[in-house]
């Protein structure tokens, strides 16, 4: 299995990576109980974004409350509620290793938001594509646990539900 590294969510660029989930150097509160990552409350049956976890989607705003993040060769970067852009320039992912020097990834390539408690992908025209699960995306499409996302023709990654560990559940 490969070494997984995990970022800080409040300042992804500045703070240090770490080989354990939960907090950073310098930030020292667990990652979970910080106020923009902690899971969202579940909504109340009978309300309009109420029903079964089922019916919720994977989290996120509106959802079942589980975190879901994205894992490329090793590094986790969970999804915030406000959702971010993927690309080469675009933080976080600007500072994992070796991702900036990817060029079929465009600067700007796709974009990810939470609908309904439902995590969407969106192509941001790029050069290469955008492909969910083998197929290419021309509109917004959703993303689940375990679905395979791909930029270009071989940057590959895997759309993962964490534990309360902030460890990929298998």
């Known amino acids: 299995m490969a070494e997984l590294t995990y970022r800080c969510p409040v300042e992804p660029d500045s ?3 770490g ?20 899971p969202p409350a579940a909504p ?3 309300t309009p974004d109420g029903g079964t976890a089922a019916d919720a989607g994977t989290g996120g705003p509106g959802g079942t409350g589980t975190e879901i993040a994205l894992l490329f060769e090793g590094t986790i970067l969970p999804v915030p509620p ?9 933080s976080p992912w600007k500072t994992v290793p070796g991702f900036a020097d990817l060029h079929q990834v465009s600067r700007e390539h796709a974009r990810l938001d939470w609908r309904d408690g439902v995590l969407m992908v969106t192509d941001l025209t790029s050069t290469n594509g955008t492909y969910v699960d083998g197929t290419e995306i021309a ?8 679905a395979a996302l791909r930029l270009g023709e071989n940057v590959h990654l895997t759309v993962a539900e964490l534990d309360e560990f902030g460890l990929p559940r298998t």
């Open 15 to 17: 703070c240090p990576a």
């Open 19 to 38: 080989d354990e989930p939960g907090s950073c150097e310098e930030h020292f509160e667990p990652w979970e109980f910080m106020p923009e990552y902690a």
């Open 44 to 46: 109340e049956a009978g």
């Open 82 to 90: 406000e959702g971010m852009r993927i690309g080469r320039t675009c």
């Open 139 to 146: 509109e917004p499409a959703p993303l689940r646990p375990g």
